[in-house]
């Protein structure tokens, strides 16, 4: 059903954001990166299952967990290694930092600081899509924390009124920092909520890359059709705490367990292997690549100049 | 309703009111530019709440003249989002109180989007509201809030007095690439004045000298113009000859109009209609004090509201 060179690519993604990841970590650990820092790490699939559908004069809004956004939509591993390192070369000139990585050029519009903020901004760029007449779709990234927001709804209801071309991506990956979605929803299934406003929805589980991917495709395809919106609610799990310095120690032990034995990683793998019968050594070949890819990156952002004090004093003085 | 210094010099004029100067602005730059559209609430066939978008629905379509539900926050920052990927847009917020329901579009998204890109983002959005007392409309329709926006880095904020700035100030505010806030004064929509035939803009950050003067200088902005210029008219039956200078754009603000008129009168009132903790006027007095210590004759004066009750009342 697919080919296995697009497996190997989505298997390659999977494995680039988890690399990424685990390897800004030991950054941040070792001083190198500082302030705050929002793993993507199990939820991986949401991100390339999305962004494997989309084309490239596409739209989207990521959040302040938006490494993997980033680099699903075809970010450059060296100039976001150099963002989250506050480096001249970074995405954002070192200005945004992990929390407001974007790349304009990719339609990555970027992160966002503020849970639900970057919801009405991609209903915004669904509108101006609506307006100038293109096919282009506006995907909107957030999370189960968001839906609690007053902006999701009224947004929700925005794209429904103006018909826009714009898909809702709703990460429910359990905690809005550290509050389950027990305690903030009578419901788990959150993609009820847009029911009200007769918006299309659909929910699946988001660490299974193609289930994510073929539903996005469906998704776009409304969307391009003038049928949108829709919402898709991914279900996942974080593999750890809000950000790096938090043990996570509200989140029961089982359950970790439980979404770690269907790790998206693991997932993409096993297709890779079943469905597109690579290799174990076609596999380490792939795995290499991006080791090697995040070895450049790496050397690249700490060799990179920091942003000049001068300019920068300049760009905040505001008279 | 005075003249302005600028449209003195300008032949074919005629007289017209505020918020048709503001119409015409909006209409000339949407005629002139496709990716200008305006949204807010009543703004389509009801024309908004003073009638400033007008006929605009009629000429543009609804697709750029667009009424939007009572949602704020989500359709100004839907007004980020266009103004982000190619588009102008004019977002219309009733009443200036009802920005504290967008705040966080404004302050932490507009504001900011610019910077946090490293300069690759830009939006070129035009908030328009309107505030002030003079209607009777009780506290959550009555407030000055213009320091809200003054005080966070990222805004410009422009705050008209004549039908003359109006237009020219809004022409402009539409065609810069940053976010502008701008607050008109619901006392002034029927405020008549001169206004050109031929095209015009006004630079933001270009104040203007409504009244010349040699013995004080009032600094005042929106809605206390014409009550700056009766106090003038008043004080010169006692020999005071007054100059009135409003910055019109508070950000940026020509901080070297009002330093240079200061040094001239040695004198210096700053009238706001905002209640004064907090205010811009105290940060107008503040800068003429580092800038023109040795010229003051007399301490700054701070004419300002005085409390709550006066806004209700009024």
Known sequence: MYSGDFLAQLYRMLYTIRTFENRCIQLYRQGHIVGYFHPYLGEEAIATGVCAALGKDDYIVSTHRGHGHCIARGGELKKMVAELMGKEAGYCRGRGGSMHIADIDTGNLGANGIVGGGIPIGVGAGLSIKIRGTDQVAVIFFSDGASNNGVFAESVNLAAIWDLPVIFVLENNDYAVSTCVDECSRTRDLHRRVEGYCVKYTHIDGNDVLAVYDQTRKAVEDCRAGRGPVLIECKTYRHGGHHVNDPGTYMPEEKLEYFKAKDPVKIGHQYLVEQGGYSDKDIADIEAKVGKEMDEAIEFAKNSPEPSVEEFLEEVAWD | ?314
Request: cysteine-free; hydrophobic content about 40%.
């Open chain 2, 1 to 314: 309703m005075g003249l302005n210094s600028e449209s003195k010099n300008i032949n074919e004029s005629r007289v017209i009111m505020y918020r048709e100067a503001l119409n015409e602005g909006i209409r000339e730059e949407m005629q002139r530019d496709s990716t200008v559209f305006v949204m807010g609430e009543g703004i389509g066939e009801r024309g908004g709440s003073y009638k400033v978008t007008v006929g605009l629905i009629d000429e543009f379509g609804p697709k750029r003249v667009m009424d939007t539900p009572i949602s704020e926050a989500s359709f100004t920052g839907a007004g980020v989002g266009a103004a982000i990927t190619g588009m102008r847009p004019i977002v219309e917020i009733l009443f200036v109180d009802f920005t504290a329901l967008i705040i966080d579009q404004i302050a932490n998204q507009a504001a900011k989007y610019k910077f946090m890109t490293g300069g690759k983002g830009r939006v070129p959005m035009v908030l328009r509201t309107q505030g002030g007392v003079g209607k009777g409309l009780a506290a959550q329709h009555s407030q000055s809030l213009e320091a809200l926006f003054y005080h966070i880095p990222g805004l410009k904020v422009v705050m008209p007095s004549t039908p003359y700035d109006a237009k020219g100030l809004i022409k402009s505010a539409i065609r810069d690439d940053d976010p502008v806030i701008f607050i008109e004064h619901k006392s002034l929509y029927m405020a008549k004045g001169e206004v050109p035939e031929e095209e015009y803009t006004i630079e933001l950050g270009k104040g203007d000298v409504k009244r010349a003067g040699k013995d004080a200088t009032i600094i005042a902005w929106s809605g206390m113009i014409p009550k700056a210029l009766a106090a003038a008219e008043k004080l010169a039956e006692d020999g005071i000859d007054v100059e009135v200078v409003d910055p019109r754009t508070l950000v940026p603000m020509d901080k070297d109009l009002i330093i240079e008129s200061v040094k001239k009168t040695e004198h210096a009132v700053i009238a706001q209609e905002a209640v004064r903790r907090g205010g811009v006027a105290s940060d107008i007095a503040s800068f003429i004090q580092e800038k023109a210590f040795d010229y003051l004759d007399a301490p700054i004066e701070i004419v300002a509201g005085k409390k709550y009750a006066d806004t209700v009342q009024q």
